[in-house]
């Protein structure tokens, strides 16, 4: 079985909709090279770039029909510095976009009428109250969850995945290990967290954009004592 070149390989995740036949996953290698397909389609497309679907395809039938390729790889490596380069720049602005906007969230939040802020500079809005323990940095919390960014479009929820998560309380965002301990069992809050007790500068996921200010509505539902 012939071996592909990177760029081939990963050309291969959006052949998907480009003249698709029906195939035959009967043989462990017809089995294989689909799922390869499968996690290199997962690979690209969480990533934040643009890609031209038809070029993209173009150059995997090339390579596999050992065809002369269209582009030099001086002209190849030249084009993906600049997008990287772009790309860089398009984040860099966002990230400088997302700490003015954010900021500006949480100066009005903190006006709002039930709205309470730690030294920390945590916002958190009681939806429901607890009862009994609070957890400690070291316990274990189950709890349910959705985050979303400041313009309401979610990132994660528990509540989606119908399955709450377990944790121990120091082993997330800071934000959410001090409003953790604060909770009671049974409660329920909102929180608006800074992107400095987030995740800052960085970006954990194409969903998340560096800088960002993040808003969870969390509920406690169980604690395991360390």
Sequence with gaps: MR?????????????????????????????????????????????????NKDALVA?????LNEKEARLTEEVIREAFTTVREEQQAK?????QAA???????LVETAKKEGVKSTESGLLYEVIQAGEG?????TDVVEVHYQGTLIDGSV???????GT????PVNRVISGWTEALQLMKVG???????PAALAYGEQSPSPKIPANSTLVFEVELLAIEKS
């Excluded at 294989?32 to 990533?47: F, H, K, L, N, W």
């Excluded at 990132?155 to 995945?161: C, K, L, M, Q």
Aim: some cysteine; proline content about 4%.
């Design 3 to 51: 071996k592909l070149p990177m760029v081939a390989m990963v050309s291969a995740v959006l052949l998907a909709g480009c003249g698709e036949k029906e195939v035959v996953l009967e043989s462990n290698i017809d089995k294989m090279s689909y799922g390869i397909g499968m996690s290199m389609a997962r690979s690209v497309t969480g990533q934040p770039i643009d890609i």
């Design 59 to 63: 150059g995997l039938q090339d390579a």
């Design 91 to 95: 984040q860099q602005e966002e990230a």
């Design 99 to 105: 700490v003015q906007l954010g900021s500006e969230y």
């Design 133 to 137: 323990d609070s957890p400690a940095e």
């Design 155 to 161: 990132f994660d929820s528990s509540i989606e995945r």
């Design 164 to 167: 709450p998560a377990k944790f």
């Design 187 to 193: 409660g329920k809050w909102r929180l608006h967290i």
